[in-house]
Nanobody, 120 residues
């Protein structure tokens, strides 16, 4: 099976920075699109940023210019550098990826989530 494990969440003051990491492990032929989502209690999960295997990125408007998504294909790892954090960025952040376990079989996999709290 395949697992995504996030790390890097925590408590930060407004204006501060955090870097999230997400490592895919298990039976992996190739990791295709990878991304970060976030969800607050009683709200729907929303897309934060995505990155293709080739490095094309997309961001939700509220984080453009502040967050940067990147990946290391050799390590099956995706990162989210978050700068100038705001109170409204407080959420549980989830890693997501489309993983090919064989050339012909793919899975959508979610991590367990990591909490980011922005507070003074």
């Amino acid at each position: 099976q395949v697992q995504l494990v996030e790390s890097g969440g925590g408590l930060v003051q407004p204006g501060g920075s955090l870097r999230l990491s997400c490592v895919a492990s298990g039976t992996i032929f190739r990791a295709d699109d990878m991304g970060w989502y976030r969800q607050a209690p009683e709200k729907e999960r929303e897309l934060v940023a995505t990155i293709t295997r080739g490095g094309n990125t997309d961001y939700t408007d509220s984080v453009k210019g502040r967050f940067t998504i990147s990946r290391d294909n050799a390590k099956n790892t995706v990162y989210l550098q978050m700068n100038n954090l705001k109170l409204e960025d407080t959420d549980v952040y989830y890693c997501n990826s489309r993983i090919l376990t064989t050339p012909y079989r793919s899975l959508e996999v979610w991590g367990q989530g990591t909490l980011v709290t922005v507070s003074s």
